[in-house]
């Protein structure tokens, strides 16, 4: 298990800037920004990846199931970027296949081909914030790290894992969000996200997102090799580890279409 690495640091990564925000922000809010703009510069043009992943489920017993997975991922610097998941094993998910296109200002596109079906199910934007192949992982937060996606307030500072972070409560403007905010704790040196609490539209705390275990590719590019997602709720959750991942592999646009769904398998 110590092995295993995490691929979700690409799902958070991006560049482009907001075109709506309002003439006058507080001192917070145009701090909130500028973390969160930073974040997203220091982790671009990396171009795409392809990773050899696990996703373990725990259920509140502490019971675990195991399942392999390949993610392609395309950076898409003006859009949000492009991920295909592809489901290889047990034999219950094998074939099964997720797409997922980010925007930054309409809501994303996701589709689900399931093999037991043999159909591509697109879901829709109001069922986003549903599970993610049974697993404590939303639809949405699948997706790409946009900035367009969120009002940001930069809350203060703390320290997480004896490092020192910037505080940055991160609000979804899609009304469709399962989350009324996310708290995202930014380490100051590098810019990279350690932690992410999701509340949900009571305000409660729903989840917990840790990433740990970072390391640095291609001498610019800062990827967590460890992330688990704790639903605080029910004491669930589910963590993804990367066993293998390579950059600028040469991935295209037409390598991640709906009719990529079917030919992945």
Same mark, same amino acid.
């Given at each position: 298990?110590?092995?295993?690495?995490?691929?979700?640091?690409?799902?958070?990564?991006?560049?482009?800037?907001?075109?709506?925000?309002?003439?006058?922000?507080?001192?917070?809010?145009?701090?909130? $920004?500028?973390?969160?703009?930073?974040?997203?510069?220091?982790?671009?043009?990396?171009?795409?990846?392809?990773?050899?992943?696990?996703?373990?489920?725990?259920?509140?017993?502490?019971?675990?199931?195991?399942?392999? @997975?390949?993610?392609?991922? @395309?950076?898409?610097?003006?859009?949000?970027?492009?991920? @295909?998941?592809?489901?290889?094993?047990?034999?219950?998910?094998?074939?099964?296949?997720?797409?997922?296109?980010?925007?930054? +200002?309409?809501?994303?596109? #996701?589709?689900?081909? $399931?093999?037991?079906?043999?159909?591509?199910?697109?879901?829709?934007?109001?069922?986003?914030?549903?599970?993610?192949?049974?697993?404590?992982?939303?639809?949405?937060?699948?997706?790409?790290?946009?900035?367009?996606?969120? =009002?940001?307030?930069?809350?203060?500072?703390?320290?997480?894992?004896? #490092?020192?972070?910037?505080?940055?409560?991160?609000?979804?403007?899609?009304?469709?969000?399962?989350?009324?905010? #996310?708290?995202?704790?930014?380490?100051?040196?590098?810019?990279?996200?350690? =932690?992410?609490?999701?509340?949900?539209?009571?305000?409660? +705390? @729903?989840?917990?997102?840790?990433?740990?275990?970072?390391?640095?590719?291609?001498?610019?590019?800062?990827?967590?090799?460890?992330?688990?997602?704790?639903?605080? #709720?029910?004491?669930?959750?589910?963590?993804?580890?990367?066993?293998?991942?390579?950059?600028?592999?040469?991935?295209?646009?037409?390598? +991640?279409?709906?009719?990529? $769904?079917?030919?992945?398998?």
């Amino acid at each position: 298990m110590l092995e295993r690495k995490l691929v979700f640091g690409s799902l958070l990564v991006g560049l482009s800037l907001p075109l709506l925000w309002p003439a006058a922000v507080s001192a917070d809010e145009a701090e909130g $920004l500028r973390i969160a703009t930073e974040r997203k510069s220091r982790n671009s043009g990396w171009e795409d990846t392809v990773a050899s992943t696990t996703m373990v489920l725990r259920d509140a017993r502490g019971k675990e199931s195991e399942r392999e @997975l390949r993610v392609y991922t @395309l950076e898409r610097v003006e859009e949000g970027d492009k991920s @295909l998941t592809v489901f290889e094993s047990p034999a219950d998910v094998k074939g099964a296949a997720f797409l997922s296109f980010s925007n930054t +200002l309409t809501p994303d596109d #996701q589709w689900m081909y $399931l093999p037991k079906v043999k159909r591509v199910k697109r879901i829709a934007t109001q069922n986003k914030s549903g599970p993610f192949m049974s697993s404590e992982f939303a639809y949405e937060d699948m997706t790409s790290f946009e900035l367009e996606k969120f =009002k940001f307030d930069y809350t203060g500072d703390d320290e997480f894992d004896d #490092q020192d972070v910037f505080v940055v409560e991160q609000t979804p403007v899609d009304k469709y969000s399962g989350y009324s905010k #996310q708290i995202a704790y930014i380490d100051k040196e590098h810019y990279r996200l350690l =932690k992410m609490d999701f509340y949900d539209k009571k305000g409660d +705390l @729903l989840k917990t997102l840790i990433l740990d275990d970072y390391e640095l590719y291609l001498d610019a590019y800062w990827r967590p090799h460890t992330s688990e997602m704790f639903n605080e #709720q029910t004491g669930k959750s589910t963590a993804m580890y990367i066993n293998d991942i390579e950059f600028k592999t040469g991935l295209k646009d037409s390598d +991640l279409d709906k009719d990529s $769904l079917k030919r992945a398998r």
